[in-house]
C-alpha cells in the first residue's frame, strides 16, 4: 500500500502547511504572543451634516468617536473643490479645536467625485493636488476617492483604461507628498486586486466600505481577506442606512474583527451610514449608537 500512505502523508501535509498559512499574516509582539491590533472609529462629517463646519469636532466628541474624516467640499462645474480649508486660517482652526479636543482627523474625503467624473473632468490633477496638498497642511495621511456612478467601471467598462491611466498620476503625486489616496469602486475584490496592480503604485490603495460586497450578496470576510491587509488603507464601517450596525442581520461585526484580527490590518473604521430609517436625522443619537456599538467590538479590552 505504498501509494496510499504516501497520499495520506501528502494530505497530511498539505493540510498542516494550509492551517500555518493561515496564522502567518497576524504580527507577533514581544515573546512571540500575537500584537494587540488598534482601531480607532471615525464618523464622516459630510453624514452628520456638518460638512467642512467646524462644529463637525465637537459634535464628533459628543458622538463619542477618536476622530472625523473631513470633507473638501462641493465640486459641481468648479474647477476644484469648494474648500474653506484652501484658507490657513480656516485649517489652523480645525487643527487647534481637534487638539482640544482630543480628536484626530483621519482622512481628506473628495466625495465631490461620487457624482462627478473621475474618468473626464479636464481638472482632475488639480482637484487632487489640492487635496493631498491640504492633507499635507494638516497632517493627514489619508484622501477618500470615490470612484461614483460615473466612474462606475463595472457599468462602464470603457472608462476604466482613462481611470487607470489618471490614478497612476495620482499615485505618483500622493507618493511625493508621503500619502495614499484610497479608492471606493464598484468593483468586487478581485477586480479591485487587478485594478491596483494595473496602477502600480502602494499610495494609492483600497477604501474598503462594507455596504459593496453586503449590498451586492458577496462574501464579506472573503473580500476583505482577497484584497489583503497591505492594499486597504481605510474602512467605511457601514452598511445602507435603515437599522444600527447592531441590528443589522447581514453584518457580523464580530466575526468582521476576528477576519481582521487574521488578516493582521488595523486602523481606522470610518461610520457613514447605517442610520435608522425611523429617524434618520437624529445624528447624536444615529451616530452615537453606532460608534458606541463598534468600540464595543473594536475597542474591548
Not at 84 to 103: G, M, T, V, Y
Request: one cysteine or more; aromatic letters at 6%; charged letters at 25%.
Amino acid at each position: 500500500m505504498p501509494s496510499a500512505t504516501l497520499s495520506r502523508r501528502a494530505f497530511l501535509s498539505t493540510t498542516l502547511l494550509a492551517a500555518g498559512t493561515l496564522l502567518l499574516p497576524r504580527p507577533l509582539g514581544a515573546f512571540g504572543k500575537p500584537k494587540k491590533l488598534t482601531y480607532k472609529i471615525a464618523v464622516v462629517d459630510l453624514m452628520i451634516l456638518k460638512r467642512q463646519k467646524l462644529g463637525a469636532l465637537q459634535l464628533t466628541k459628543d458622538i463619542g468617536a477618536d476622530g472625523v474624516e473631513v470633507d473638501m467640499g462641493g465640486l459641481g462645474n468648479r474647477d476644484t473643490f469648494d474648500s474653506q480649508l484652501s484658507k490657513p486660517e480656516i485649517r489652523q482652526q480645525f487643527l487647534d479645536k481637534a487638539k482640544e479636543l482630543n480628536l484626530e482627523i483621519c482622512s481628506l474625503a473628495m466625495t465631490g467625485f461620487y457624482a462627478q467624473s473621475f474618468a473626464t473632468r479636464p481638472t482632475y490633477e488639480r482637484m487632487v493636488q489640492d487635496c493631498i496638498d491640504t492633507m499635507v497642511q494638516m497632517n493627514v495621511k489619508v484622501g477618500f476617492l470615490p470612484l461614483g456612478n460615473q466612474g462606475d467601471v463595472v457599468k462602464n467598462p470603457e472608462l476604466r483604461p482613462a481611470i487607470v491611466e489618471r490614478l497612476k498620476v495620482v499615485g505618483r503625486m500622493a507618493q511625493k507628498a508621503g500619502v495614499v489616496i484610497g479608492i471606493e469602486t464598484a468593483l468586487d475584490a478581485a477586480g479591485e486586486v487587478q485594478l491596483l496592480r494595473d496602477i502600480g503604485s502602494k499610495h494609492v490603495q483600497s477604501y474598503f466600505n462594507f455596504s459593496n460586497a453586503l449590498k451586492n450578496g458577496r462574501d464579506l470576510h472573503q473580500e476583505l481577506r482577497t484584497l489583503g491587509r497591505k492594499r486597504i488603507c481605510q474602512i467605511h464601517c457601514t452598511d445602507d442606512d435603515g437599522i444600527w450596525l447592531q441590528n443589522n442581520p447581514r453584518l457580523d461585526m464580530k466575526r468582521v474583527k476576528q477576519t481582521l484580527a487574521d488578516m493582521g490590518w488595523q486602523g481606522w473604521l470610518v461610520i457613514e451610514r447605517s442610520r435608522d430609517a425611523a429617524d434618520p436625522r437624529n445624528v447624536k443619537k444615529n451616530f452615537g449608537a453606532n460608534t458606541a456599538y463598534v468600540k464595543s467590538i473594536f475597542q474591548a479590552q
